[in-house]
């Protein structure tokens, strides 16, 4: 049987040792001239003014987190509408519970006060 994985277990194998050869080859034939101009932070070709760690609010997050909450809603609801006429009725009632769990998800976001903009 581990004769059945030997193609499972070299592909592992090769899957964590190439992306290691690639940097490191990548690593010895970059170029190596560092200067002044090189090593000042670039930000939209305007020098920084002030402290330029600051920190956001997570509120943007939140919101970030609640978009794509929806976005990929909308990539399993769409392929499921698609094919809407030659699904069984049980396809129906998953997608209603699917749709159930995001309301709620929904409800739980909004009673937290996460699409509150502030």
Not at 30 to 48: D, M, Q, V, W
Not at 69 to 81: G, H, I, K
């Amino acid at each position: 049987m581990l004769q059945d994985f030997a193609g499972v277990g070299v592909f592992f194998v090769v899957a964590a040792i190439f992306p290691m050869v690639a940097i490191g080859v990548a690593w010895m034939v970059r170029p190596k001239k560092p200067y002044s101009a090189k090593l000042t932070t670039y930000e939209c070709g305007n020098e920084t003014q002030g402290p330029t760690w600051v920190q956001f609010k997570i509120s943007y997050f939140l919101y970030a987190l609640v978009f794509l909450l929806f976005d990929v809603e909308t990539v399993f609801l769409y392929p499921w509408a698609v094919k809407f006429q030659v699904l069984p009725v049980f396809a129906l009632v998953e997608m209603f519970v699917f749709i159930a769990i995001l309301v709620v998800g929904l409800w739980y976001a909004w009673k937290e006060g996460a699409l509150e903009w502030q």
